[in-house]
């Protein structure tokens, strides 16, 4: 299987669409168009899949399970490498959904362990999936969160107990 080596999400302008670009270590990219609309729909599942933590299902109180997403979201978000840009190269040597970005429709997630899989199926073309762990779910919430802003769609993704405009805006994630 093929490890993730970075992933960004941008907004594009033109398209009124953020773009969804995935690559691996053995030099796969997956590319996606992301919707205002379907970003909505990404941003509810997150948020249940990172409630799902165990630490955070052994609490009955919903401000104590809330308080400790955040508490994994930011520990996940600091441990995380926002530096590098995104590395368009020659490295890419694959492109399983193809050269253009596909537009998905529905979202399917599995759970299995602490990786979350998430098939992103378009109308036409192949759907992808991408494997993520608790902490490159975090850190992909995060990206969504500065692309949002950036594309300025007035969406509130709140993260646990916070509201997005507390969050920083990184580009990509090494």
Known sequence: ??????????????????????????GQEIRAWLTRRYVRTIWQLIGKLLE????????????????????QHDKAV???D??????????????????????????????KGNMHTLTLTPQEGKEVALSLDSDH??????????AVKRAEWQLDLPIGDKSTTEHEAPEYLM
């Open 82 to 111: 926002f530096s590098q840009p995104y590395q368009e190269t020659e490295k890419v040597t694959v492109r399983p959904a193809g050269d253009e970005p596909i537009l998905p429709i529905t979202l399917k997630i599995k759970t």
């Open 137 to 146: 779910l975090h850190s992909f919430a995060h990206l969504l969160v500065a």
């Open 78 to 80: 600091k441990a995380a």
């Open 1 to 26: 299987m093929s490890r993730l080596h970075q992933f960004s999400v941008d907004y594009v302008a033109e398209e009124d669409r953020l773009l969804l670009k995935v690559s691996t270590t053995d």
């Open 52 to 71: 799902r933590h165990p630490e955070v299902q052994r609490q009955s109180d919903q401000a104590t399970r809330q308080a400790i997403v955040t508490y």
